[in-house]
């Protein structure tokens, strides 16, 4: 082991202030008892209170959660084929189908897709939104569950299968129970970027299809209240307790991802 | 069951539709629609006539030769690229003696730092940048501070919002984890004998680095670039909230041509030369890192 | 992940709403949220807002089929475009009694004759609202558009104006600044419009649609180019801050832009009737009257005037008299070749 390098700890720590510094202003503001939100007035919980009687924003938080649930729900199942069909077999078109979308710019997907929503002659609203969505998840599912699969020994469901299980059960009971860390992270990963989405979303969404951060960038852009910072705060908490829970539930997944 | 074609198409087929019809497909109505024109009101005109009965294309060129006329849009991808470059380059400087701290500190901590790292990624990118847009207003502490100590040596305040300083900061601050955590991945796997035997044979510090780990980063640095750089080359939030008056990147003009010019053929034409870029620079990047590989 | 599936039921289980809905898409802060709650209460149904910040963005959203509008409030141009693309419906005059409230002056107008489609709702100049001690400071007196584009004036508050970020409305005051019309589409005309915006720029803090009326609250914005309704919140935020400076706006000589903005019905809107209903309680006089006191917004509405806070009825730039009215101009509907010359002129102010 090498000693330890003074030079190295100092700037490395000056990254990490970095980080945090602006999220802890977020949660200092968020209690800051002015409107204009400027400069320290004094302690207040009022825009706590604000909004959880914020409609729109209750009901954008509600539209986010619906859309990251199912999306992440079908791009799991479509990203775990994917991610095993990539690991058993040498296929070229997936595979270039599945990266590219995680390889461009946000931007590009959400125009295009509005594009085609649009000539197709779809309504935009949450439909829109979710195939959005489950477009560009796939591909994170299926790079996390390759990347497990190429750890598990293939030997294992060849054995079962000599001993007589059948296909289905030699996936239920090897190969799906192997697979799941993976699947997890994967879906971890596709719920956690679905909700936070916010590009491609502000593209494909319509009528009545606010999510919470269109909702934020919109409250951002016109600057006018700390409940801005109250939202952000309490998103924050949300994340970190999922991923806590997670980490607890699963060390797996966070070991070697 | 390796074998069995039905067992690779139930497998490969689902995702392969899925993907086709939502990302292939619109991939390539974009490339049709630069050769549309626009709708009086929007959108996108009928790409046929009916015209004595028989059909005719009404397709054109118009929206290619809109990219070439002027020098404005090379000017625009120059400077968005600019900006995904400077932006790559802080993110490198300010990652790598992260990563490197990660990689070189005891197994029990390395879980945590590295959680450290990828947890205010998870708050939401929007909050992010009103964190620095509160820190960068004019009442904020941070401009006050600067602007007092500016005042002692005699120079006149600055103004740190809508500024091309607070574009970058923000820039970097959002996609540093991209360039972290690939870096980490790398610096990992490194032998660390090798520094111990060169230490043996004498090598300071630097020359250590220099010869030994630095060389054997390179490919981790490629991954992080590519990811940090393109998704830089095609914000447009940043520059929208933080911006000013010269902050514009290619990312604005085509969220324009869609959302307020109503020009979807040129917005096309532009995001077209966006795909093709961002492309580029990934077969560029794969093919530096094979070939680092190889040696 | 339990946790958020706990989170994602709990959600689930809190009663849905069962009555209707009216989807409105309106011009940020442009509503009084009073007169929304009464008319709530009064239909039992839930009034459903989403917002927008700029004609372009309005017409671009609406026509990439964001249909399930039941209200839309577009400007005069918009309406006009609107109406030429097929997209609205004819309202049913006969559901709107209190449509005799109207005054007759703001009726029958070009952009859709006789009222067939549309109906107006509110108006607003697009003006210069500033910081009248910073200002008084640096001697300068805000009387035209000089204060934005000359670069003399400029010199002294460097970094502390923005202008709006729309091109109609950036050109139209470069336009009137100039002694045209702010609706020439002259190429020339709108290039010498450019040269103005260009040798402003450099003076300019950022080009600023939405957060205006915070920036001049605060303070760090000492001029800024925008709406009169947001000039007026932004005059009353800084008095209830008890700031050490007021905050004023003033029309300038040369003209503005008036915008008149109007209730439609999207074709495919979904509840009509509804919105039929929200139409004719907005035109009640003490409901309109509701949307110029909360807002600040100039009132179409005659028998509105009676229940108008009588200091914001004395300003002109909010109530324009017949003098004022005649050098004010509204914006009319752009062809899709005006809009490319413009868009180009305009990415080329950007990126200078």
């Known amino acids: ?257 | 069951m390796q074998g069995k074609a039905w067992y690779k198409y139930l497998l490969s087929l689902p995702p392969m539709a899925y993907l086709l019809i939502f990302f292939a497909a619109p991939t390539f109505l974009m490339f049709f629609a630069t050769f549309r024109y626009a709708g009086e009101y929007g959108g996108l005109a009928p790409w046929y006539l009916h015209e004595g009965g028989r059909l005719t294309l009404d397709l054109t060129l118009e929206n290619w030769q809109r990219l070439l006329e002027t020098d404005i849009y090379l000017r625009l991808f120059l400077k968005s690229i600019g900006y995904a470059v400077t932006t790559t380059l802080l993110c490198m400087i300010m990652g790598y003696p992260l990563a490197l701290m990660i990689a070189r500190s005891g197994h029990k901590n390395r879980d945590l730092l590295l959680l450290l790292v990828i947890l205010p990624f998870w708050s939401n990118f929007l909050v992010r940048i009103y964190a620095w847009m509160i820190i960068f207003s004019p009442a904020g502490a941070l401009t006050r501070m600067l602007n007092g100590a500016l005042e002692l040596v005699g120079a006149g305040p600055v103004t740190l919002m809508y500024s091309p300083t607070a574009m970058l900061v923000c820039l970097v601050y959002v996609h540093l984890p991209f360039m972290v955590l690939p870096l980490y991945a790398n610096l990992e796997k490194h032998d660390l004998d090798l520094l111990d035997a060169a230490q043996d044979l004498g090598a300071g510090k630097w020359r250590r680095f220099w010869l030994i780990t630095w060389p054997l980063s390179l490919s981790g640095i490629t991954a992080g670039s590519i990811l940090v750089f393109i998704p830089v080359l095609g914000m447009f939030a940043i520059p929208d909230l933080l911006g000013g008056t010269n902050g514009i990147m290619i990312g604005n003009v085509i969220k324009q041509q869609f959302m307020e010019s109503r020009d979807w053929p040129f917005g096309s034409v532009l995001s077209m030369v966006l795909t093709v870029t961002a492309v580029a620079v990934v077969l560029l990047g794969s093919r530096l890192g094979r070939r680092r590989e190889g040696r | 992940m339990k946790s958020l599936l706990g989170l994602l039921l709990l959600l689930l289980a809190t009663p849905v709403f069962a009555g209707e809905e009216l989807h409105i898409f309106n011009w940020n802060d442009y509503m009084s949220e009073e007169v929304v709650a009464g008319f709530e209460k009064n239909c039992n149904c839930k009034v459903v807002q989403d917002y927008y910040s700029g004609t372009e963005e309005m017409m671009a959203k609406l026509l990439a089929g964001a249909s399930g509008y039941d209200l839309v409030v577009p400007t005069q141009n918009a309406v006009q475009a609107l109406i030429q693309q097929g997209f609205l419906e004819k309202l049913d005059k006969g559901a709107l009694p209190n449509i005799k409230n109207l005054d007759p002056g703001f009726l029958n107008r070009s952009y859709d004759p006789g009222n067939v489609y549309s109906l107006p709702y509110a108006y607003t100049t697009t003006l210069i609202g500033f910081n009248e001690h910073r200002l008084q400071e640096q001697g300068i007196k805000p009387i035209s558009w000089a204060v934005i584009f000359d670069p003399q004036i400029l010199e002294k508050i460097k970094g502390k104006v923005t202008v709006m970020d729309d091109a109609d409305e950036l050109f139209g005051a470069a336009l009137k600044y100039l002694g045209y019309s702010v609706n020439d589409v002259d190429e020339k005309h709108l290039r010498e419009a450019q040269q103005v915006i260009m040798k402003a720029k450099p003076y300019w803090a950022a080009f600023n649609s939405s957060s205006y009326i915070k920036e001049l609250t605060v303070g760090s914005v000492w001029v800024a180019h925008g709406y009169s309704s947001d000039m007026v919140q932004a005059r009353n935020d800084a008095l209830e801050a008890k700031r050490d400076f007021t905050v004023n706006f003033i029309l300038p000589k040369e003209g503005a832009v008036l915008a008149l903005d109007n209730v439609v019905i999207p074709k495919e809107a979904k509840n009509k009737k509804l919105a039929l209903q929200f139409i004719d309680f907005l035109m009640d006089g003490k409901n309109a009257a509701g949307l110029s006191n909360d807002v600040g917004a100039g009132n179409p509405n005659a028998a509105a005037l009676p229940f108008i806070n009588p200091e914001l009825k004395q300003l002109t730039a909010i109530f324009p008299d017949q003098k004022v009215l005649a050098t004010l101009e509204t914006l009319e509907a752009t062809s899709a070749k005006v809009r490319r010359l413009k868009n180009k002129l305009w990415t080329e102010i950007k990126l200078k």
């Not at chain 1, 945090?20 to 209170?49: C, H, M, Q």
């Not at chain 1, 649930?69 to 069909?85: C, E, K, P």
């Not at chain 1, 960038?217 to 700390?226: F, G, L, N, R």
Request: with cysteine; net charge positive; glycine share 6%.
């Open chain 1, 1 to 257: 082991m090498q000693k330890k390098n003074v030079l190295l700890w100092v700037s490395a720590g000056l990254v990490y202030l970095f980080l945090y510094l602006p999220l802890v202003i977020v949660v200092v503001f968020s209690f800051n008892d002015s409107r204009l939100n400027a400069e320290w007035v004094g302690f207040t919980w009022k825009w706590y209170g604000k909004l959880f009687h914020n409609r729109e924003m209750l009901g954008a938080a509600m539209n986010s959660l619906i859309i990251a649930t199912v999306s992440t729900g079908t791009a799991t199942i479509l990203g775990t084929l994917a991610g095993m069909a990539m690991n058993q077999y040498r296929l070229r078109l997936l595979p270039l189908l599945v990266l590219s979308p995680i390889a461009m710019p946000d931007i590009l997907m959400g125009v295009s897709l509005l594009l085609f929503f649009i000539m197709v002659n779809m309504t935009l609203g949450l439909l829109s939104i979710m195939l959005a969505h489950i477009t560009f998840c796939i591909g994170f599912v299926a790079l996390a569950v390759q990347a497990r699969m190429s750890s598990m020994d293939p030997a294992l469901v060849e054995a079962a299968r000599d001993l007589g299980a059948s296909p289905w059960r030699c996936f239920r009971e090897i190969t799906l129970p192997l697979l799941l860390p993976g699947i997890l992270a994967g879906a971890l990963m596709a719920f956690t970027l679905s909700i936070d989405d916010f590009v491609i979303t502000f593209f494909t969404a319509g009528v009545g299809s606010s999510t919470l951060p269109l909702q934020i960038y919109s409250m951002v852009k016109i600057a006018v209240t700390p409940e801005v910072n109250a939202v952000s705060t309490l998103l924050m908490l949300l994340t970190l307790v999922v991923i806590t829970g997670a980490s607890r539930l699963y060390p797996a997944i966070f070991r070697g991802e």
